[in-house]
Nanobody
Framework: QVQLVESGGGLVQAGESLTLSCAAS????????MGWYRQAPGNWRELVAS???????NYADSVKGRFTISRDNVKNTVHLQMNSLKPEDTAVYYC??????????????WGQGTQVTVSS
């Protein structure tokens, strides 16, 4: 069973930085796209950033220039470096991955979510 395990959330002040990490478990043949989404109370879950296996990246307009997504294709990990954090970045952040398992099943997986809180 594929699992995505996130780490790195927490409470910071506006202007500070945090790095989120997500590691995929074993039983994976390959991962195409990986990404980070977030959901604030009362809001829909939204894409923050994504990265393909070829390192093509995509960012939400609200985080461009402040957040950087990266991945390690050997370790099956994805990271989100968040700089110049703002109170409006406060949300639960979810890791997402498009996984091809060793049994050749392809589906998307979600992590359990990690809370990021930015105080003003």
């Amino acid at each position: 069973q594929v699992q995505l395990v996130e780490s790195g959330g927490g409470l910071v002040q506006a202007g500070e930085s945090l790095t989120l990490s997500c590691a995929a478990s074993d039983s994976i043949r390959s991962i195409n796209r990986m990404g980070w989404y977030r959901q604030a109370p009362g809001n829909w879950r939204e894409l923050v950033a994504s990265i393909t296996s070829g390192s093509d990246t995509n960012y939400a307009d609200s985080v461009k220039g402040r957040f950087t997504i990266s991945r390690d294709n050997v370790k099956n990990t994805v990271h989100l470096q968040m700089n110049s954090l703002k109170p409006e970045d406060t949300a639960v952040y979810y890791c997402n991955a498009d996984v091809l398992s060793v049994s050749y099943h392809r589906r998307q997986y979600w992590g359990q979510g990690t809370q990021v809180t930015v105080s003003s």
